[in-house]
């Protein structure tokens, strides 16, 4: 059984995402894409011999397409998931679910009106093998009760549209679905501490950041958020327990030790990074759906992510701890 997937979106992520699914995913083909870059929508679509499509409506109303991506930027995401889940179509949505906890709260009504899952959110470090790992240790006793975690998030570069609030909006997204995800709780407050600017952070941008998470268990997570670190793409994170520490550091690479240095290399980007946890992702969905399946981190998950980083944007504007309040968690996610 071949799912047939149709793309919105094919700039970095959405590019990247069909040559996965073409090239190393069983049981998928791409059959429609759809971007308002028209030219790049076209030259992605001849890698993959499926088809440009007018719209991304026309897209998820297509009779070829059984399974939505959603790849666009992170404002359209909330229309575009509610129109596959009406169209009663899964959709792998990238993160963030949305700008707002309200918009994000749009879609929760929706797929929990039409009484099933749809949805998977892009959160991939849930399929990272190092994440895995830590997971495991933190649930197998080895390192004692988990109490506090400490975690680094820092790019080299950012586009030149990034600012300031992104970097809680689109970048510690992912700690805060992570950290929700290993603890198994969610976040109860949110504390964005200022640093002293990078002088090579973009004009009016305030980075590098640290945001102290309260998770509802107690536990406290600190994040160092370094959009502009210019040497890599470096995430890390340790958890302290009571019996002991498990850390995740960047994967294995060569070690070089000559002339009285020992230096190995830091991972360049996102995408070289954790590609095997998105060809994992990409994958888990796909042979979810031919077994009529649609798991992984929920609209739940990408609501309670929005909300945080909602919370952290007011936090950053105000200098104060902020409360995370979420609504109560409708039965469909209790599972
Ligand atoms: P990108 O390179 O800017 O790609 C987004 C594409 O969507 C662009 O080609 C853009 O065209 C197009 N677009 C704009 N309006 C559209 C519409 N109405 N319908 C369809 N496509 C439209 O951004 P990206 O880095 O790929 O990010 C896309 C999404 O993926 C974001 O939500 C981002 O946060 C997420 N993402 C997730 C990860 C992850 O690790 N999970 C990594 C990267 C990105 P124009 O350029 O002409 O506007």
């Known amino acids: 059984m071949t799912i047939r997937v149709g793309v919105i979106g094919t700039g970095m992520i959405g590019a990247d995402h069909v040559t996965r699914l073409t090239t190393q995913v069983v049981g998928a083909a791409v059959t429609a894409v759809f971007d308002v870059a028209t030219e790049r929508a076209q030259q992605v679509a001849t890698t993959a011999n499926a088809t440009a499509r007018p719209s991304w409506e026309a897209l998820v ?12 930027p ?50 991939m470090r849930r399929y990272d093998a190092g994440y ?15 109490l506090l975690a400490h975690a680094i998030h820092r790019n080299a570069t950012v586009p030149d549209f990034f600012r300031g609030e992104m970097s809680l909006t689109d970048s510690l997204v992912h700690e805060f679905d992570i950290f929700r995800w290993l603890f198994d709780a969610e976040v109860a407050a949110v504390t964005v501490l200022p640093v002293k600017a990078s002088p090579l ?52 690479t060569t070690v070089v030790i000559a002339g009285g240095r020992r230096s190995e290399n830091v991972p360049a980007d996102w995408q070289s990074r954790f590609a095997p946890a998105y060809t994992r992702e990409l994958q888990g969905w796909i042979d979810g759906l031919a077994a009529g399946v649609v798991g992984g981190p929920s609209t739940w998950d990408g609501y309670a992510a929005t909300a945080i980083a909602e919370a952290a944007v007011t936090s950053y504007a105000k200098g104060e701890r902020v409360a995370v309040r979420l609504v ?5 996610y209790t599972d």
């Open 61 to 72: 109303g297509a009779d070829d397409v059984d399974a939505v991506v959603i790849a666009s």
């Open 74 to 123: 992170g404002p359209l995401h909330p229309d575009q998931a509610i129109a596959c889940i009406g169209a009663g179509k899964p959709v792998l949505c990238e993160k963030p679910l949305a700008a707002t906890s309200s918009e994000a709260l749009r879609v929760l009504a929706a797929e929990v009106a039409a009484g099933r899952r749809s949805v998977q959110l892009g959160f």
């Open 132 to 146: 895995l790992d830590v997971k495991a240790a933190m649930a197998d006793g080895t390192i004692g009760e988990p």
């Open 201 to 252: 952070a973009a004009e009016g941008m305030r980075d590098p950041q640290v945001a102290i998470l309260q998770m509802a268990g107690g536990e406290v997570v600190t994040v160092e958020s370094f959009v502009n670190c210019q040497y890599g793409y470096d995430v890390r994170c340790e958890i302290v327990g009571s019996l002991g520490t498990v850390s995740l550091d960047n994967p294995r």
């Open 328 to 332: 109560d968690k409708p039965a469909l």
